[in-house]
């Protein structure tokens, strides 16, 4: 029994040793991400390869994945403004070309001192669902 309770305890120092090892971006942690401080303004644009309708409601999906308040969506501008942590920002999808649009989250009162977590995120978001399909759903009725 007790050779038991050692083999499990050095397991489990093993695995704890080795997590930064597995960890996604090892270089930006947790604190990082939640911490308010200053975010470039080249960190708050993205380019993304699809085109700028399908970048916008990926937008608002990655605005309500994050469970950030949508204040007022303009789709014909291509601008979502949403409030996070208090402060108001403004997403904003403009098209490149056929095939690439970039995304700018900005702000909206241009004080660029916030937790970077709240863009990176959203990247992340459309990032890893890029290849979903989007459908409409029709309405009940």
């Known amino acids: 029994m007790e050779r038991i309770k050692i083999k499990v305890l050095l397991i489990f120092a093993a695995l704890m040793i080795m997590l930064p090892a597995f960890a996604d971006d090892a270089s930006v942690s947790l604190s990082t991400l939640?911490?308010?401080?200053n975010v470039s303004f080249e960190a708050c644009t993205k380019t993304f390869p699809m085109n700028s309708e399908r970048l916008f409601y990926l937008t608002i999906a990655a605005?309500?994945?994050?469970?950030?308040?949508?204040?007022?969506?303009?789709?014909?501008?291509?601008?979502?403004?949403?409030?996070?942590?208090g402060k108001e920002f403004l997403a904003s999808v403009v098209e490149?070309?056929?095939?690439?649009?970039?995304?700018?989250?900005?702000?909206?009162?241009?004080?660029?001192?916030?937790?970077?977590?709240?863009?990176?995120?959203?990247y992340k978001y459309i990032d890893i669902n890029t290849n979903e399909h989007l459908q409409n759903i029709p309405k009940g009725g």
């Open 34 to 37: 939640v911490t308010p401080q």
């Open 96 to 122: 490149i070309d056929k095939y690439r649009s970039m995304l700018k989250i900005t702000p909206a009162n241009n004080n660029y001192f916030f937790a970077p977590g709240i863009v990176l995120n959203m």
């Open 63 to 85: 605005v309500n994945a994050n469970r950030f308040e949508i204040k007022e969506i303009q789709s014909k501008t291509g601008y979502i403004l949403f409030s996070a942590v």
